[in-house]
């Protein structure tokens, strides 16, 4: 891959973050890219990956973190690509779902950690399987949270794609308060593609039930100070449903995978919510049969939000359960 441009959000964006106190690591991936992580409680036998999705970082795990660490776990959190302290590719054309799956491939492997955990959310889920797919030998228990990897065959592989591209087209330009009063696929990508000014933190206010504070808000902007950062989090609504060929492939292998699978979503989350996401994963999983999955009550989107104390019993109860 050619070196890609890109920018890197000023260190000064990042000061003095509300319980966000966590030293920055980097590793160079694909294209010339800077890759942050938190890597917390290194001292610890056991590891447990914590990924994040679209429009979030690592920030979105920072209680999750410290707690993790106490309970004896060595915490990884990786940004994604255009996100949190991560470089962001410049151009759109950068941000592909087959890209994104080589640099958290590479960022796994250059770690070299394998038999860990990892937690997986939105996008986190998306491109983590994938990752997990080629990698099996890198985890041997998985949690999965409010994320979507579909099996699309025969005329629905054909058919989605055409009818997520038509959403986009007639998408328009949507508000923040057209996205608030109507919290769907239409509005989000268009909001995402056409605002001049991206507010993440009151995007992530929409997606949950808990009250963010302004220093909170505030932290989820700070990746993004102008639309020279916007690459990613306007071009990833846009590519759910590429690479299906790639998908169902590793689907199959994903399928070979036995060990144990959670999965926790959300009651309250408008993109996900009834749609059984959850019961595929149980469903396609052989590790998930039998387990304590459950749906996280009074909770949006971004759960880690709403149900941090509920989450970290559930997780480390179930790996004390599972043996971990």
């Known amino acids: 891959m050619r070196t890609i441009e890109k920018v890197r959000t000023p260190e000064t964006e990042f000061r003095n973050l509300k319980d966000y106190p966590f030293a920055p690591n980097y590793i160079e991936v ?3 890219l800077r890759l942050h992580y938190v890597d917390e409680g290194k001292e610890n036998p056991k590891t447990i990956f914590l990924l994040h999705g679209q429009p979030s970082w690592s920030y979105l ?6 707690q993790l660490v106490n309970a004896g776990f060595r915490v990884i959190a990786p940004d994604l690509i255009g996100f949190g ?13 087959q890209n994104h799956v080589t640099w958290m491939s ?30 099996p030998t890198w985890l041997k228990r998985l949690v999965v949270a409010n994320t979507a990897l579909a099996e699309f065959k025969g ?22 308060i057209n996205l608030e009063a109507k919290t769907d696929y239409k509005n989000w990508v268009g909001y995402f593609r056409s605002s001049e000014r991206l507010d993440i933190g009151k995007v992530m206010q929409i997606l949950t039930t808990s009250e963010l504070d302004r220093d909170e808000m505030r932290a989820y902007n700070a990746p993004f100070p102008d639309e020279t950062y916007y690459a990613a989090p306007r071009k990833m609504p846009e ?23 959670l999965t926790l979503f959300s009651d309250e989350d408008p993109f996900l919510k009834d749609q059984g996401y959850d019961k595929k994963f149980q469903k396609n999983f052989k590790g998930a ?15 880690q939000e709403d149900q941090t104390e509920m989450l970290l019993t559930r997780i480390l109860n179930w790996l004390n359960d599972t043996k971990f």
């Open 30 to 32: 694909t294209g010339g």
């Open 155 to 176: 005329l629905t592989k054909w058919l989605v794609p055409k009818m997520i591209n038509r959403t986009i087209a007639k998408s328009g330009k949507p508000t923040l």
């Open 289 to 303: 049969k039998g387990q304590p999955h459950i749906t996280v009550t009074n909770a949006s989107h971004f759960l």
């Open 106 to 135: 590479e960022f796994v492997n250059k770690l070299g950690i394998t038999n860990a955990a990892a937690f997986m959310q939105d996008w986190g889920g998306m491109i983590g399987l994938r990752v997990l797919a080629n990698n």
């Open 85 to 97: 302290k991560s470089d962001k590719p410049v151009n759109s054309e950068d941000i592909t779902f």
């Open 239 to 261: 590519i759910v449903a590429t690479d299906l060929t790639a998908v169902n492939k590793d689907w199959e292998k994903l399928k070979r995978w036995n060990n144990p699978v």
């Open 61 to 66: 795990y920072r209680h999750m973190i410290p």
